[in-house]
């Protein structure tokens, strides 16, 4: 193997990558091929590391990180699944850590004060995460992100925002505890308490302060099914005060998930109406849009949460109680019953259709902001219904969060 790095060493620039660097990294490590790292999700940045380590646990993500700590040039990078979109977890002539090897090294559940928790690996992605709470323990965490394709530690080193954050703030807001490498390849357990700077950098730190190694996640109880709903708005006024009304409302009186989205009013099947239904059985009337509207619509997309022993009639009552209050277009309104974990991996099945139609590997040049509410409605007048009126041949999502959370 260390032939092998040497080899790759001298083929490249020897200057910055000398051969002591390499030789620290004598040892049991394994390696995976260099193609995984040198590409991710975005596709707008490319990089050659000098080599992918695949740590299967904590031990190894310390002995690696000890080891670029004794060479004068090693950066290192922490990969979780690679889908970010700027090469946040590339190292180029570095050692990117593989953290996907790490998945299986915890997974344990635990109460505190009556409230269960899970520890989790920071390189098992979300989707594992989900399968494992609901089977072995019908629980689950309360905050997540639209795709669950992406690692705990990826995303705890971002933020998770999606359509729960309004309720219990992002994903890194439900996080209590991390066991985190730092840079000198050192292995601390933070929390509010214990080494609370460190927790703090790492939340949202693009593994510039430190490796997730295992993060504990606050769990509640594993809803069984979940009423999906989209409606459509045709003024931006009444969608941002009908969305904003309904993230105010407390838990247990409002819909469990509030996002939203921007289409294209047109039958472009990428950007248009035909984005919005939920299934191929359901069907985007366009005569029920008002000829007030302008070149883009909004759609508000909200889920409530329920138990299968509830009766229809129940779920039914406080769904129309919700939407009676809005005021959406009368009649372009989508509703569907689907169980919590299809609902969670929704996206899955639109990432089978990207790959199988070879899209999904196709540059994402995605931005994210937070706009302030005082600036939103300038935001749709020069953005949406300006400069994006024919869409991004993407999504446009676009929801309120709560300052407070
Ligand atoms: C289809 C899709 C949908 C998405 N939806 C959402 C969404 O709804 N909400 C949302 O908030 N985000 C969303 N994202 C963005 C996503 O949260 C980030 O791209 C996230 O970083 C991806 O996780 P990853 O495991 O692929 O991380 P990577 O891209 O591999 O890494 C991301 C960053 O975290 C660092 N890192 C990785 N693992 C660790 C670790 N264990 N410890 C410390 N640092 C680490 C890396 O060095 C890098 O800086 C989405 C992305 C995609 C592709």
């Known amino acids: 193997m260390i032939a092998y790095l040497e080899h790759f060493v001298h083929g490249n620039d020897t200057e910055s990558t000398p051969n002591d660097d390499v030789s620290s990294l004598q040892g049991s490590f394994h390696f995976s091929p260099i193609s995984i790292a ?13 080599a992918v380590i695949r740590p299967y646990s904590t031990s190894d993500v310390a002995r690696a990180v000890k080891a670029a700590t004794t060479t004068t040039n090693l950066t290192v990078a922490p990969r979780g699944n690679g889908h970010s979109i700027n090469g946040q977890a590339m190292a180029e002539k570095g050692l990117v850590l593989d953290m996907r090897a790490t998945a299986e090294e915890h997974f344990q559940l635990l109460y505190h004060d009556g409230v269960p ?5 920071g390189g098992a992605l979300w989707e594992e995460v989900l399968k494992r709470c ?3 323990f019908q629980l689950v965490p309360r905050s997540w992100t639209d795709y669950l394709g992406l690692t705990v530690g990826g995303t705890l080193s971002n933020a998770g925002v999606s359509g729960q954050t ?5 994903q890194t807001a439900n996080v209590t505890e991390l066991e985190v490498v730092t840079g000198k390849g050192d292995t601390l357990v933070c929390n509010e308490n214990e080494n609370s700077e460190l927790f703090f950098a790492t939340l949202g730190g693009l593994g510039q302060f430190g490796i997730i190694t295992r993060a504990r996640i606050v769990l509640q109880q594993a809803p069984d099914m979940v009423r999906w709903i989209r409606v459509i708005y045709s003024e931006f006024e009444d969608f941002t005060k009908d969305a904003e009304w309904l993230v105010t409302l407390p838990e247990g009186d409002g819909f469990d998930y509030v996002e939203g989205f921007v289409v294209a009013n047109n039958d472009d099947s990428c950007n248009g109406w035909p984005t919005v239904p939920m299934g191929s059985n359901q069907v985007f009337d366009p005569v029920l849009v008002p000829s007030s509207a302008g070149p883009v619509l909004y759609c508000l997309e909200l889920a409530l949460h329920y138990r299968k022993t509830a009766r229809s009639s129940d779920v039914n009552k406080k769904v129309d109680r919700l939407l009676g209050g809005l005021r959406f277009v009368e009649g372009i309104k989508f509703e569907d019953d689907v169980k919590y974990m299809d609902f969670l991996l929704r996206v899955k099945s639109v990432e089978e259709d990207a790959k199988a139609k070879g899209i ?3 540059p994402h040049p995605w931005l994210n902001m937070f706009v302030s509410k005082s600036d939103i409605a300038d935001f749709d007048r020069e953005v949406f219904k300006k400069i994006l009126k024919h869409g991004v041949g993407g999504p446009i999502l676009v929801y309120p969060l709560l300052r407070s959370k």
Do not use: C, I, N
């Not at 040198?38 to 000098?50: E, N, R, V």
């Open 38 to 50: 040198t590409k991710d999700f975005g596709g707008m940045k490319s990089s050659t590391p000098l």
């Open 117 to 121: 928790y899970v520890d989790v690996s």
């Open 134 to 136: 609901v089977s072995q």
């Open 166 to 170: 309004f309720r219990y703030g992002p």
């Open 360 to 362: 999904w590997d196709a």
